[in-house]
């Protein structure tokens, strides 16, 4: 035990040592938090739109203050034709361009009925439909508060609440994103890269020839980073309560069991990855293909799941990082219980117990 | 010259030599651009619903209808209880609950005035508004079908109304990996560019080459050409896989723009790259700390280029960073030369600052290089 301690405090000095580590082990998290946080949303803000205006009379002139004032659009300028529209496009800036026909005022008062045209910039998909849902639900309040005085017959009201995040904050939904990708990353790239590193260098042959049991060497180096993840998660989590106020209506001690089944499945891989190669940058290329990309991809907090195809969503399941971010919605948002999420814990524990067997079974006491 | 040509025959067979390393180096773009423009779909679809019918009319069931003949909602469930529908949406299996009160299609001829329940799982935001909004305009639609069916239709469109027509330019289908490929290539380029220059230099250092070549009078811009030109050459190649294999036979995407427009681009950028892989590994001892450093930036790099969110819509501070960050300018070139057309005098400016970041980069990385230690 006693060896086994000092070859636990030998990694840490290893990691503390190294500020630029250091960087990615705390910077990484907080850096995150603050820009999932701040800077990114789907919300489309200060889009630029260009007025191409034929009519020039009040309606459109109200339509045209309306969009001003809505914080969505920036009226960049008007133009008087459709090839200008196709530059400005081009030009890259302007995203959405409003035609008005000409009698448009005239049309809309006497026949009851106008055209308008809206022009989108559909080389991003996203934002074109975006602007135009926007830009779509101005133009129907407008008709709105022109039939407002009328009296309508037979109205069916709709009633909505918005349950678990009423503010519609974007936090809610990328906190436990990010929980599981800082932990994965810790765990998966940082103990397989640590553990192939001294294959390269020469140093595991060392430890391999000592009288300590080269599993022991092994399960060393993975608890520095078990206990780092868990520093990582308390940080994420204080973060996100200070900075975002997001809540933790269910137990937090349900979370931290979780993460650290999380945390185990995650070394477990770490061990296998570096069992099977022996260069740091094999060991990191597999990580990060491993584990990364299908952490953004298929634990849904960045593309929901649904809309994939069929094999994608199979291959989802087994994604270690999608069963905790069900688990982490559940407990921190929802405050379900144990019972409400026993069926992924089940899933998640059953991963680490094969992921361990096998890379124990795989684990070589020889190098060559 | 000659020292050059050495140099980079060792470093070429170093690469060659190590299949591991190769084989990753082509598979990993080849099955991000593959699988990443299917999965990365932002269009709310498919969205779950659950349905509590108090009523069983034949308003009701002809909302339902409705509702599913729509095509973006799922009809998960339709009970008798709130409760059991309430079940389904706490384990996620449904994100909408919508409820028809008892005494609908009654009410609705007798008061002239009905109320619909509608629960919404609100915890991704944009789906939730996005679900909501679809919801309500069925329902509207709906309303207004009713509305037919009781009043004469002289007096339906009593009111003013406005006819929108939505044109979608440039891709008309809406069609989405057409939008993501260009701008995923980008980010697998910048990958392999920094991480490959990157690793590649520190590893000298750690396994100590470095020090052999350091004491011959191999010169400073000699060592470092001989280290970028092979990855400038492997990034060209990825690319052009990833552009005329993936993006034209899988995706069908024919650049508009002119190509040699597309590589004068990206020779700069990838300098401007492969600079900053340089960069890191000048400040770096060990792999674990190039890797540490590369992926940081790398991070900051793929959230601040606008390749998944607007940079528009982003605060002020962080648009500055998104104008500090080159991947972001590669990006725009891409998507305005690829699918708009753009011609040279539309990316003018992108060139300047790109060939602005590649001195920087470059000329900061061989500064801080020192042969000796």
């Known amino acids: 035990m006693k060896q086994f301690l000092s070859f636990v405090r030998k990694e840490f000095y290893h990691v503390f040592r190294d500020p630029k580590t250091l960087l990615l082990l705390f910077g990484m998290p907080i850096v995150q938090i603050v820009l999932f946080g701040f800077a990114l949303t789907n919300e489309i803000k200060n889009a630029d739109i260009v007025i191409f205006d034929l009519a020039h009379d009040m309606a459109s002139q109200q339509i045209i203050n309306k969009l001003e004032a809505s914080k969505n659009f920036e009226i960049k300028r008007f133009v008087n034709s459709h090839s200008e529209i196709e530059e400005a496009f081009k030009s890259g800036k302007i995203k959405l361009a409003i035609v008005f026909p000409p009698n448009f005022n005239h049309d809309l008062l006497h026949l009851n009925k106008a055209q308008i045209e809206i022009i989108a910039d559909a080389s991003d998909p996203n934002t074109a439909t975006t602007l135009s849902n926007y830009a779509n639900n101005i133009l129907m309040d407008y008709q709105k508060e022109m039939s407002l005085n009328k009296a309508i017959p037979l109205q069916i009201n709709t009633q909505i609440r918005m349950i678990y995040n009423p503010e519609l904050r974007g936090a809610y939904n990328f906190v436990p994103g990010v929980m599981a990708l800082v932990l994965l990353l810790v765990c998966v790239l940082m103990t397989s890269v640590s553990i192939v590193r001294e294959k390269e260098l020469g140093t595991m042959e060392i430890l391999l020839v000592s009288p300590f049991n080269p599993l022991m060497v092994i399960i060393a180096k993975a608890v520095p980073y078990f206990f780092l993840s868990l520093v990582n998660l308390s940080v994420i989590l204080i973060l996100s309560t200070t900075l975002m106020d997001m809540p933790i209506n269910g137990s937090i001690l349900l979370l931290y069991f979780a993460s650290s089944i999380l945390i185990i499945t995650a070394l477990a891989l770490g061990l296998l990855i570096s069992n099977s190669t022996d260069s740091q940058q094999t060991a990191m290329l597999l990580s990060l293909m491993g584990m990364l990309l299908p952490t953004l991809l298929f634990s849904g907090f960045m593309f929901p799941l649904e809309n994939m195809p069929k094999p994608l969503q199979l291959i989802a399941n087994i994604v270690p990082s999608k069963w905790y971010y069900i688990i982490v919605k559940g407990v921190m948002i929802k405050g379900l219980g144990i019972q409400g999420i026993w069926k992924e814990m089940l899933i998640l524990f059953s991963m680490a117990v094969f992921l361990i067997f096998v890379s124990v079974k795989k684990f070589k006491i020889r190098l060559a | ?281 000048t400040y770096s001892q060990t792999q674990q700390q190039a890797m540490s450093l590369a992926f940081f930036c790398m991070m900051l790099f793929m959230l601040m280029s606008g390749l998944f969110t607007s940079i528009d819509s982003m605060p002020q501070w962080a648009i500055w960073i998104a104008n500090a960050n080159p991947v972001t300018y590669f990006i725009e070139v891409m998507r305005m030369v690829v699918l708009k057309g753009s011609g040279f005098n539309d990316i003018k400016k992108h060139f300047l600052i790109m060939a602005g970041f590649a001195l920087l980069f470059n000329g900061w990385a061989i500064l801080n290089y020192k042969k000796t230690n």
């Open chain 2, 1 to 281: 010259m000659r020292t050059l040509k050495y140099l980079l025959q060792k470093e070429f067979k170093q690469i060659f030599r190590n299949t591991t390393i190769l084989r990753m180096i082509l598979m990993m773009p080849m099955m991000q651009l593959l699988v990443m423009p299917l999965a990365a779909d932002f269009e709310i679809k498919n969205i779950n619903i659950s349905i509590v019918d108090h009523d069983h009319s034949s308003y009701s069931r002809k909302l339902v209808d409705k509702i599913i003949a729509s095509g973006y909602f799922k009809l998960n469930d339709y009970s008798n209880s709130f409760d059991e529908s309430f079940q389904e949406f706490q384990t996620d299996h449904s994100d909408l609950i919508l409820e028809i009160p008892k005494d609908f299609e009654k009410g609705m001829v007798r008061e002239n005035a009905n109320t619909l329940f509608l629960a919404v799982n609100a915890i991704n935001g944009t789906k939730a508004s996005v679900g909501s909004g679809y919801l309500s305009r069925i329902i509207t639609n709906f309303n207004a079908d009713i509305r037919q069916d009781w009043i004469q239709p002289s007096r339906a469109s009593v009111a003013p109304t406005m006819e929108v027509s939505t044109l979608n330019w440039f891709n008309t289908l809406l069609n989405y990996p057409i939008f993501m490929v260009p701008g995923i290539l980008v980010s697998l380029v910048t990958m392999i560019g920094m991480y490959m220059c990157a690793l590649n230099i520190v590893k000298e250092k750690e396994v100590g080459t470095i020090e052999q070549i350091n004491v011959t009078p191999i010169k400073k811009h000699h060592f470092i050409l001989g280290k970028l030109i092979p990855f400038w050459v492997i990034g060209n190649f990825v690319f052009s896989i990833g552009l005329f294999g993936i993006g034209r036979l899988v995706y069908g995407i024919v650049p508009l723009g002119s190509i040699p427009l597309l590589y004068a681009f990206l020779g700069i950028f990838l300098i401007a790259i492969l600079g900053i892989g340089l960069l890191i590994s």
